[in-house]
């Protein structure tokens, strides 16, 4: 289950759609989370996750994010969900580590054809 807060509409859109995509792949059924996501002005970093518990997370992420980056930094907060429900340490080298390959898997799967080139590139710096 994903609640989101703030945001523009292109902002929403992704988030739900990242949700879907990444409860799809990273998550099992029984691990399935849900999350409460507020896209707001965040001071001092891109975003963070804090773990409620029992499959509760809450993630903030900065509102003035381009779409490719805001694409990038939800995954990397992804990451660090899926690190909390594997139990493993969450790690901030392993979640830049695999942060692109599943923005750019996202792009591939879900995006690619839906925008035209010039207005969503994930490769543009």
């Not at 523009?8 to 849900?34: A, E, I, M, Y």
């Not at 490719?68 to 995954?75: G, P, S, W």
Request: proline share 1%; hydrophobic share 35%.
């Amino acid at each position: 289950m994903l609640y989101i807060h703030g945001g523009n509409k292109d902002q929403v859109r992704l988030s739900k759609q990242l949700f879907n995509f990444c409860s799809n792949g990273l998550f099992s059924k029984t691990d399935n989370p849900t999350i409460d996501l507020t896209i707001q002005k965040v001071d001092e970093a891109l975003a963070w996750t804090d773990y409620e518990g029992d499959g509760k997370f809450f993630i903030e992420i900065e509102e003035s994010l381009d779409t490719r980056k805001f694409i990038v930094t939800l995954c990397h907060e992804m990451i660090h969900v899926c690190q909390f429900l594997a139990g493993v340490e969450v790690s901030e080298l392993s979640a830049y580590h695999h942060e692109e390959k599943l923005a750019e898997q996202f792009f591939d799967e879900e995006l690619a054809g839906k925008f035209e080139e010039n207005n969503l590139d994930i490769n543009e710096d």
